[in-house]
């Protein structure tokens, strides 16, 4: 198996491959940074619910459970966009901190305090690694 030069990419990817084949549940290789990422998805009610399986892989799985609307079957995810990447990684201190759609989507930033979302790195007045937009 290949080498994922960028991890997180992957797992936006995957989880965006999934809701375009209106699939309920998707594997992730876990990691730290992917787990917080997941229960902040879970808090914010873009996903459905998650799992986390020990002993698959080396670090673990993520089963996650997508969350669509059960009349029109549309996604609670518009859209995962990827910010700070590799190669150009985006930083944001207190006062710059990203607002996503007027404050309805939410942006994912890696800080000091840990991985929180916008709204929580303004009210923490911390900056960080500006990871995704979820909307």
């Known amino acids: 198996m290949s080498k994922v030069t960028d991890p997180i990419a992957d797992y936006l990817t995957r989880v965006r491959n999934a809701i375009m084949a209106k699939h309920r549940v998707v594997d992730?290789?876990?990691?730290?940074?992917?787990?917080?990422?997941?229960?902040?998805?879970?808090?914010?009610?873009?996903?459905?619910?998650?799992?986390?399986?020990?002993?698959?892989?080396?670090?673990?799985?993520?089963?996650?459970?997508?969350?669509?609307?059960?009349?029109?079957?549309?996604?609670?995810?518009?859209?995962?966009?990827?910010?700070?990447k590799p190669g150009l990684r985006q930083y944001c201190d207190t006062t710059s901190i990203p607002r996503v759609l007027n404050g309805l989507g939410i942006a994912i930033i890696s800080t000091s305090k840990g991985v929180i979302t916008d709204k929580e790195a303004r009210e923490l007045n911390v900056g960080g690694e500006v990871l995704c937009y979820v909307y």
């Open 28 to 84: 992730i290789p876990a990691s730290n940074v992917k787990k917080e990422m997941t229960k902040l998805l879970k808090e914010k009610g873009y996903i459905l619910n998650y799992k986390f399986e020990e002993g698959v892989g080396v670090q673990g799985n993520i089963k996650i459970a997508l969350k669509y609307n059960p009349e029109t079957k549309v996604s609670a995810i518009k859209a995962l966009e990827r910010i700070s």
